[in-house]
């Protein structure tokens, strides 16, 4: 591997890095953003519960169920998409060592 192949291969490889931190903080975002909206549904509601009867523990159970969802949607999208940052960063580095190899005319 010559010294261009390297360095571009090192840049690929702090880019991926730099990339995947940036995941990690959307994925702690998401982390707090689902404990808080818990919290919420699970202290907050009921004291708005005792003050307004008309609203109904049944809406706070599906708002639970929606939340939780949207949570696992969300985490399953960042894996994914690390997943990817990943995949492409290996393909870019392959390019990059084994394209100069070939004989292209």
Same mark, same amino acid.
């Given at each position: 591997?010559?010294?261009?192949?390297?360095?571009?291969?090192?840049?690929?490889?702090?880019?991926?890095?730099?990339?995947?931190?940036?995941?990690?903080?959307?994925?702690?975002?998401?982390?707090?953003?689902?404990?808080?909206?818990?919290?919420?549904?699970?202290?907050?509601?009921?004291? !708005? *519960?005792?003050?307004?009867?008309?609203?109904?523990?049944?809406?706070?159970?599906?708002? @639970? +169920?929606?939340?939780?969802?949207? /949570?696992?949607?969300? !985490? *399953?999208?960042?894996?994914?998409?690390?997943?990817?940052?990943?995949?492409?960063?290996? @393909? +870019?580095?392959?390019?990059?060592? /084994?394209?100069?190899?070939?004989?292209?005319?």
């Amino acid at each position: 591997m010559s010294r261009t192949q390297r360095d571009i291969s090192i840049a690929i490889v702090i880019m991926m890095l730099i990339l995947l931190y940036f995941q990690f903080n959307d994925y702690q975002t998401q982390v707090e953003r689902h404990e808080n909206a818990i919290k919420f549904w699970t202290e907050e509601v009921p004291k !708005v *519960q005792e003050e307004y009867p008309e609203f109904s523990p049944k809406d706070a159970e599906e708002a @639970l +169920a929606r939340e939780e969802a949207l /949570y696992a949607r969300q !985490v *399953q999208t960042i894996a994914i998409k690390s997943g990817l940052i990943v995949l492409v960063s290996g @393909l +870019a580095i392959a390019a990059v060592y /084994y394209l100069p190899r070939r004989n292209i005319r």
